[in-house]
């Protein structure tokens, strides 16, 4: 039943670029798309360790970065009258980069930040990403600072039997974006089911608990940071490649409260619920361009922000998977049965 | 020398407003439990009360701070009565959400109504700055560092020496006990809310005509009151007076030693310095996980 939707659900999202010709909305589903894997990202810590990061953007755009510097080169001096010149290298040798360093720096900042919880935790990865986005400005020589990098090369896939393939049209990044997406999601679903799903979910419900039965928190946490960093970082290297500039702005705190917001409407701990969140508050700026101007825009962003807090504190796919199982078989007992199942968390 | 003595003289300027904007969110976090993301807003919201009273008004340039004073007073009392009093007892990240989206709105609302270009404010002091030796400093920022004194004082006295003071200490010990001691927390709550949004909009008030007033002018402020009371430990009036004037030693000493563009950067340094090495804050004893 849950495959049969996925199936369907995968298969009506590549069924888009063939009867959509709109460029504006294709567009629109791309960079979608992409912030969508890392809200999915973001999920994996959010929903299923309970730990609310607000500097997931620092690894988005640290991918960004890695891979746009990657393939474009560089040549700073450092302390020490060394230089240190890279010549470009392909764009896909940066995407892997990409995901590498911004696991990394998930460990490092995860075996930081883990020694504190709650309020001190999220102050903690807003610093980091703050940091990093005042190096990005302000370290000029590697990065051009607020004068962007740019001509950031597509990523070019070479095949068997077809050659070289330049993904330019925006057709062509709608599948590759797609591809991505999907292989993050199994990945995570993977995970989530294993045993080290298990003691993520354990740790989140109570962490004295999991501890008492042998789960080691330090270790599952950072896992779960670097697995979530690796795969911002793979968003951030698509973001760099299909839009081929990128400043200093990619690290900016609103587009942290971006994902949080996909995650925390669609549902999470629901593996399901950053996808249907992404997609809403993706595309709603779309749907408000024509109607409200960019500031009242923000007004009512930030206004349904609060409303799903008031009003579906759990997000929409636990709310509505609840309805369903309940109209299906009439009993209340059951249903919670089954959202725990798909990892949904009860309210507190 | 001369050169340092020029930056202590800032640092005592900036120190103060950075110590209001502590002891306003270290009385919220510390007493609430609610990471206050709207803290940043509200001294937005008071430098522009500034401007509308001197500029727009014409109005006495004096006059401005009380009713910025006032004007957050009520912002805060509203914030609290119509979005943190329905969440009372949910978790900290529900509350934390529910501020960054009034944050959000908010500043985007003052972006709608003011627009983004800058403005400044006019001020009735001379020109030509105070020259002792060899500092010098104008006649504005004394009275910014004299008003901030001012009202820390003043709410020093609010919280130590008068009843709601000593209802807001219990409060922030143990709220159940508080609470069947008679002590009405909900008020407290509303209290404590409004009166660290009043202390916020009064620091914006201050330094908004010594730099200039813009929309998104909070969002540092809000880092910085963050690593404030990180570094002076929660609920710790004291402690966020003294963190203020760390963090201003710390940002003049590394924009005028280090390099300019990472002034700002002090105040996550220093979050993630106290956190990693001493999670307790500097004076805190409480202990600080969970």
């Known amino acids: ?348 | 020398m001369s050169e340092f003595l020029q930056h202590l003289v800032n640092m005592l300027v900036l120190g103060g407003t950075y110590a209001l904007l502590g002891i306003g969110l270290t009385l919220i976090f510390g007493i609430m439990n609610v990471v206050n993301f709207t803290h940043g807003v509200l001294y937005t919201f008071g430098a522009y009360i500034m401007f509308i009273v001197v500029q727009q008004l014409g109005l006495n340039f004096f006059l401005a701070l009380p009713v910025a004073v006032l004007a957050g007073w009520l912002l805060g009392a509203t914030i609290e009565l119509t979005l943190l009093r329905p969440l009372r007892g949910s978790d900290i990240d529900t509350t934390m959400l529910v501020m960054i989206g009034a944050w959000i709105a908010m500043q985007s609302g003052t972006l709608w109504i003011w627009g983004g270009v800058a403005k400044s404010v006019a001020t009735p002091f001379p020109e030509a700055p105070l020259v002792l030796g060899p500092v010098s400093v104008s006649w504005l920022r004394l009275f910014v560092l004299a008003a901030a004194a001012m009202l820390i004082l003043v709410t020093y006295l609010l919280i130590n020496k008068t009843s709601l003071g000593r209802a807001m200490r219990a409060t922030f010990q143990d709220h159940d006990t508080a609470s069947l001691m008679g002590v009405n927390v909900d008020m407290i709550y509303t209290s404590t809310f409004a009166i660290g949004s009043s202390l916020a909009a009064a620091a914006g008030a201050l330094l908004g005509p010594v730099y200039v007033i813009f929309p998104q002018m909070g969002d540092l402020a809000a880092v910085k009151a963050f690593a404030i009371v990180i570094l002076g430990g929660l609920g710790n009036i004291t402690g966020a007076v003294i963190g203020g004037f760390i963090l201003a030693l710390a940002e003049e000493l590394g924009a005028g030693y280090v390099s300019s563009g990472y002034r700002d950067a002090m105040g996550f340094v220093i979050i993630i310095a106290v956190l990693i090495f001493r999670p307790t804050g500097l004076f805190a004893r409480a202990e600080r996980v969970g």
């Open chain 1, 1 to 348: 039943m849950r495959a049969a939707v996925t199936i369907l659900a995968v298969a009506a999202l590549a069924s888009v670029p063939l009867w959509l010709r709109d460029p504006y909305l294709l567009n629109a589903l791309i960079t979608t798309g992409i912030f969508v894997i890392g809200a999915m990202s973001l999920n994996l810590l959010l929903g299923f360790t309970g730990q609310l990061s607000l500097g997931h953007i620092a690894f988005f755009g640290i991918g960004a970065y890695v891979s746009a510097l990657t393939s474009l080169g560089f040549d700073v001096g450092l302390p020490g009258d060394v230089r240190l010149v890279h010549a470009p290298w392909p764009p896909i040798a940066g995407s892997l980069l990409a995901i590498l360093v911004a696991g990394m720096c998930g460990y490092f900042v995860g075996l930081l930040s883990f020694r504190v919880r709650g309020a001190y935790f999220v102050i903690v990865t807003i610093s980091f990403a703050e940091v990093v986005r005042l190096v990005a400005l302000n370290w000029v020589e590697l990065t051009q600072g607020p004068l962007a990098l740019t001509n950031i090369p597509s990523i070019a896939l070479s095949l068997p039997g077809i050659g070289e393939l330049t993904l330019r049209t925006k057709m062509q990044n709608y599948y590759l974006v797609l591809v991505v997406a999907l292989v993050a999601y199994l990945l995570i679903a993977r995970l989530v089911h294993s045993h080290f799903g298990r003691a993520m979910r354990g740790l989140m419900e109570n962490e004295t608990l999991a501890v008492s039965v042998g789960i080691d928190v330090t270790r599952t946490l950072t896992l779960a940071a670097v697995i979530s960093a690796a795969i911002a970082g793979a968003a951030g290297s698509l973001y760099a490649h299909y839009i081929r500039i990128i400043d200093p702005e990619v690290f900016a705190f609103i587009n942290t409260v971006t994902m949080v917001i996909m995650v925390i409407s669609g549902g999470k701990g629901s593996l399901a619920g950053p996808v249907v969140g992404g997609l809403i508050f993706g595309l709603l700026p779309v749907a408000l361009r024509p109607v409200m101007a960019p500031e009242a825009q923000w007004i009512a962003y930030g206004g349904v922000l609060i409303a799903i807090l008031f009003v579906l504190p759990r997000g929409i796919v636990p709310s509505l998977a609840q309805r369903f199982i309940r109209r299906r078989s009439g009993a209340p007992a059951l249903a919670s049965v089954a959202l725990t199942e798909t990892g949904a968390k009860e309210p507190a």
